[in-house]
């Protein structure tokens, strides 16, 4: 066992018992000191600053006649969420982090007709774990009312039953159902354009999307909650290093599905 002290502050790792799947646990030892267990569950530097952080923030935030837990997939509640919110932001200041909120594009057209607009989008159209819009609808066929305007490049969220996981990119001028919104990068020189499909990917986004969704049979998230979903934003040169890892995974993932087809259709 390996202690640190000062403060008031105890800090002891401590190995949990086998199959006990606690990662920290806090507690006020006397009004004046209290102890900080860790037991390096995972064995990785960011389960262990984490939940360092997290069991600090339960004494910095809760008290002094609690004893704090923390187990892997334990209850969420008030406190334990304000914990996690706390070791989140001593750990990546808020000037690190961007919200969904300015990468929404609301333009609207009056008729897609008038403006040139030869397809549409619905969510039909997009299919889970596929980044390209492989079928569309056509305007002329007069069957649709859509007038959400989507530019190359802008990527694609279906915000009904957001369990379904539907992202894509979309590389050709369209209008789209209501049940999608349409995000961008609102400045490129801080959020590289090709990075957001893929932030729109991530467990954790999905999490969100669904944990703010409402309704039983068809439940939808909303934009005011939706928008307030917080993600790291690296710097660009690493931005870069990840768009040219992810891309390279995506072609190899296509190749794979596009041969397993042919297998199965052969």
Same mark, same amino acid.
């Given at each position: ?102 990468? %929404? &594009?609301?333009?609207? =057209? /009056? +008729?897609?007709? $008038?403006?040139?607009?030869? #397809? ?5 159209? @997009? ?6 819009? %492989? &079928?569309?609808?056509? =305007? /002329? +066929?007069?069957? $649709?009312?859509?007038?959400? #305007? ?5 990527? @694609? ?11 894509? =990119?979309? +590389? ?95």
């Amino acid at each position: 066992m390996l202690r640190a002290s000062g403060g008031g502050r105890a800090v002891a790792f401590v190995p949990a018992p086998r199959g006990c799947p606690a990662s920290g646990a806090t507690r006020f030892l006397s009004p004046d000191k209290a102890m900080l267990l860790l037991s390096l569950r995972h064995k990785t530097n960011d389960h262990l600053w984490f939940t360092f952080f997290h069991e600090a923030g339960h004494l910095c935030l809760h008290g002094k006649k609690l004893l704090f837990v923390d187990l892997e997939g334990g209850l969420s509640t008030e406190q334990e969420d304000e914990a996690n919110l706390f070791a989140r932001d001593k750990l990546i200041p808020l000037q690190h982090t961007q919200t969904l909120r300015p990468l %929404r &594009s609301a333009a609207q =057209v /009056s +008729d897609p007709n $008038t403006d040139g607009i030869e #397809r549409y989008i619905g969510l039909e159209h @997009l299919r889970p774990g596929d980044l390209r819009v %492989r &079928s569309w609808g056509e =305007v /002329s +066929d007069g069957r $649709t009312t859509f007038t959400t #305007r989507v530019r190359p490049g802008q990527v @694609l969220f279906g915000k009904r039953r957001a369990y379904q996981r539907k992202v894509a =990119v979309a +590389d050709f001028d369209a209008v789209c159902s209501g049940d999608i919104y349409v995000f961008e990068s609102a400045n490129p020189a801080k959020l590289l354009p090709e990075l957001l499909p893929f932030l729109c990917r991530t467990d954790a986004f999905f999490e969100h999307a669904v944990g703010t969704s409402a309704g039983s049979l068809s439940p939808r998230t909303n934009w005011t909650s939706l928008a307030e979903y917080q993600f790291v934003l690296p710097p660009l040169e690493e931005q870069r290093r990840i768009i040219d890892m992810l891309l390279a995974t995506d072609r190899s993932t296509t190749r794979t599905r596009v041969a397993i087809a042919a297998t199965y259709s052969w």
